[in-house]
């Protein structure tokens, strides 16, 4: 028995125009300060038939006490709507205020995909402005642990919203690099999602919708900015993925993704891109993942005489989207040797217990994550 979550999903063109529908009478918008800036909070809040409040200080890699500060101000104003705009930071800390306000005896760190809170007092609206993360329709949670220098991912059944409002003209001005490095997010929860040991019919489909989205327009959407089509199907393939790997689960890339972003604070999406193809290699030496990467390709149209080959043929076309996108290869693009040997460590320590790591067919030891990240950085293939 398992079940399929997803919030109801209104897309396209001129989609944010619906808010002007939603029966509130306070609303609670969690968002950052470029969406201020960009006059985003004002459009939703000229749409909303109701009240709003505005908490705009959610910082990339949102932390507990960020979350508090939130929770702190809903209890003040008592909203029944909670809005979360933004990319994968500002909805992660609006799925995290609705919980707290709804179970106020609830400590943040016991948040858990087991514990059960009833939904009474609030409907929670997610609106992405960036195309990868997919939050918008997953029950996952990703906060930041500073003290601890580590994330801290979670899941509850009460993060998934009632309604993501998938808007491709919120997602025009992404600059090229947030393009890419959320594209690439995308793009792993797509493989991670097909390949872990929770996938099933449905999230199959999705996952593989996704990737061939994903290969086809995230470098148009890249290279050209007014490309309209590119853009706005990247944006419907970010939440496809979410859906994918959200009703499936994350696996490597996001487990070693989560660490190197909490201790080089490199982007999300750069950082599990990066991990993404070392993964695949040092996971398709398990059988079934070979099989399952194999059929995999065939849906994105490889199709070699074994399934090595053709496993070997889809990290090339990772690397190859990569180059397309700037993305690079290799860690040591990005962190010094000096910087990189110090916190190796560390990396392996978040990695081994990030929870992504728990629904993988092949399981790295400390000794084989170790390496994993020291190939990753050298840009080596994995031969263990
Ligand atoms: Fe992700």
Same mark, same amino acid.
């Not at 209104?10 to 800036?37: N, R, W, Y």
């Given at each position: 028995?398992?079940?399929?979550?997803?919030?109801?999903?209104?897309?396209?063109?001129?989609?944010?125009?619906?808010?002007?529908?939603?029966?509130?009478?306070?609303?609670?918008?969690?968002?950052?300060?470029?969406?201020?800036?960009?006059?985003?909070?004002?459009?939703?809040?000229?749409?909303?038939?109701?009240?709003?409040?505005?908490?705009?200080?959610?910082?990339?890699?949102?932390?507990?006490?960020?979350?508090?500060?939130?929770?702190?101000?809903?209890?003040?104003?008592?909203?029944?709507?909670?809005?979360?705009?933004?990319?994968?930071?500002?909805?992660?800390?609006?799925?995290?205020?609705?919980?707290?306000?709804?179970?106020?005896?609830?400590?943040?760190?016991?948040?858990?995909?087991?514990?059960?809170?009833?939904?009474?007092?609030?409907?929670?609206?997610?609106?992405?402005?960036?195309?990868?993360?997919?939050?918008?329709?997953?029950?996952?949670?990703?906060?930041?642990?500073?003290?601890?220098?580590?994330?801290?991912?979670?899941?509850?059944?009460?993060?998934?919203?009632?309604?993501?409002?998938?808007?491709?003209?919120?997602?025009?001005?992404?600059?090229?690099?947030?393009?890419?490095?959320?594209?690439?997010?995308?793009?792993?929860?797509?493989?991670?999602?097909?390949?872990?040991?929770?996938?099933?019919?449905?999230?199959?489909?999705?996952?593989?919708?996704? @990737?061939?989205? %994903?290969?086809?327009? &995230?470098?148009?959407?890249?290279?050209?900015?007014?490309? +309209?089509?590119?853009? *706005? $199907?990247?944006?419907?393939?970010?939440?496809?993925?979410?859906?994918?790997?959200?009703?499936?689960?994350?696996?490597?890339?996001?487990?070693?993704?989560?660490?190197?972003?909490?201790?080089?604070?490199?982007?999300?999406?750069?950082?599990?891109?990066?991990?993404?193809?070392?993964?695949?290699?040092?996971?398709?030496?398990?059988?079934?993942?070979?099989?399952?990467?194999?059929?995999?390709?065939?849906?994105?149209?490889?199709?070699?005489?074994?399934?090595?080959?053709?496993?070997?043929?889809?990290?090339?076309?990772?690397?190859?989207?990569?180059? @397309?996108?700037? %993305?690079?290869?290799? &860690?040591?693009?990005?962190?010094?040797?000096?910087?990189? +040997?110090?916190?190796? *460590? $560390?990396?392996?320590?978040?990695?081994?217990?990030?929870?992504?790591?728990?629904?993988?067919?092949?399981?790295?030891?400390?000794?084989?994550?170790?390496?994993?990240?020291?190939?990753?950085?050298?840009?080596?293939?994995?031969?263990?």
């Amino acid at each position: 028995m398992a079940y399929f979550v997803s919030p109801q999903i209104i897309f396209g063109e001129e989609a944010l125009e619906e808010l002007s529908k939603i029966e509130g009478k306070h609303a609670l918008i969690v968002t950052d300060k470029f969406m201020v800036k960009f006059g985003y909070v004002k459009r939703v809040q000229e749409l909303l038939q109701m009240e709003s409040t505005v908490f705009d200080e959610v910082e990339p890699d949102p932390s507990y006490e960020t979350v508090m500060k939130g929770v702190e101000i809903i209890s003040k104003i008592q909203s029944d709507i909670i809005i979360g705009l933004g990319g994968g930071s500002p909805m992660d800390v609006a799925k995290t205020i609705r919980i707290l306000y709804e179970k106020p005896d609830l400590a943040i760190e016991d948040i858990a995909p087991m514990v059960e809170v009833e939904i009474k007092k609030t409907k929670l609206i997610l609106i992405p402005t960036t195309s990868g993360t997919g939050a918008e329709v997953t029950t996952a949670i990703v906060l930041t642990r500073k003290d601890e220098e580590r994330k801290a991912p979670t899941a509850n059944f009460a993060a998934m919203a009632d309604i993501a409002i998938i808007d491709p003209s919120l997602a025009k001005n992404m600059p090229p690099a947030l393009t890419a490095n959320t594209g690439m997010d995308a793009l792993c929860h797509s493989i991670d999602g097909y390949i872990s040991t929770l996938k099933n019919d449905f999230s199959d489909g999705l996952c593989i919708k996704a @990737a061939e989205m %994903i290969f086809e327009y &995230l470098p148009r959407a890249y290279q050209n900015r007014e490309d +309209k089509e590119a853009r *706005e $199907k990247m944006h419907i393939a970010a939440s496809i993925a979410g859906l994918g790997f959200g009703n499936s689960q994350a696996g490597l890339s996001h487990g070693m993704g989560h660490s190197l972003g909490a201790v080089f604070h490199l982007p999300h999406g750069k950082a599990c891109g990066i991990s993404l193809p070392y993964s695949l290699q040092y996971l398709d030496r398990e059988p079934e993942v070979m099989t399952l990467l194999a059929k995999f390709a065939y849906h994105l149209g490889i199709q070699k005489e074994t399934e090595e080959e053709s496993v070997k043929e889809l990290v090339e076309k990772i690397f190859d989207l990569m180059t @397309a996108i700037d %993305i690079p290869h290799f &860690l040591k693009a990005e962190i010094s040797p000096e910087d990189f +040997k110090s916190k190796l *460590e $560390k990396l392996v320590e978040n990695a081994i217990f990030d929870g992504t790591i728990v629904f993988l067919r092949r399981t790295p030891d400390t000794e084989e994550l170790k390496k994993l990240f020291e190939y990753a950085y050298e840009g080596k293939e994995i031969d263990f």
